[in-house]
């Protein structure tokens, strides 16, 4: 028993300095292998150096405008019996309803002189981009065909207008 007397008499110390060193080796490591994250928006365009601004303006490009309006505002109906009149549940559907499209100076109220006037303002020039002008009283059902239209044409640059302020 004097043995293990002696064992637990004695006093023990851990060495702090080799375990400073190993830490600090242990971050110099991993700071001069640690590879930052590039920016992603950031693009590499590679410029000329040697030739400055350009001072001539852009051609503007000229836009096919699609506008429609509303001719006549028709009624909701229930659209599983449409000589029943809408009685406020979620899907109604339009009849009597009119809408006028103008593709530049042509007007019509029929969605396939709009597909046949698009695909023949696409062949003319297949660059152009179209806008949709939605004027008040539309809804997304109106639009919606003068969209696939315009697609089906081979439209692939569409904006819409925006919302029109009094």
């Not at 640690?34 to 303006?57: C, H, M, R, W």
């Not at 709009?114 to 152009?128: N, S």
Request: charged fraction near 35%; proline fraction near 5%.
């Amino acid at each position: 028993m004097s043995r293990l007397k002696e064992i637990v008499d004695d006093h023990c110390e851990l060495e702090m300095t080799p375990m400073i060193d190993v830490t600090f080796l242990l971050l110099i490591f991993f700071l001069c292998t640690i590879k930052f994250k590039t920016l992603e928006g950031k693009l590499s365009a590679y410029l000329p150096k040697d030739v400055g601004v350009n001072q001539t303006e852009a051609e503007p490009i000229e836009k096919i405008e699609i506008k429609l309006t509303v001719k006549t505002e028709g009624e909701r109906r229930d659209p599983k019996n449409l000589s029943k009149k809408w009685d406020g549940e979620k899907r109604f559907e339009w009849v009597g309803r009119v809408i006028d499209y103008q593709i530049g100076p042509r007007k019509t109220n029929k969605i396939d002189e709009v597909q046949d006037r698009l695909e023949e303002l696409y062949k003319a020039d297949p660059e152009r981009p179209a806008t949709i002008d939605s004027r008040p009283g539309t809804c997304y059902g109106d639009v919606v065909p003068v969209l696939d239209a315009a697609v089906l044409a081979g439209f692939t640059d569409i904006t819409f207008v925006g919302e029109y302020k009094n």
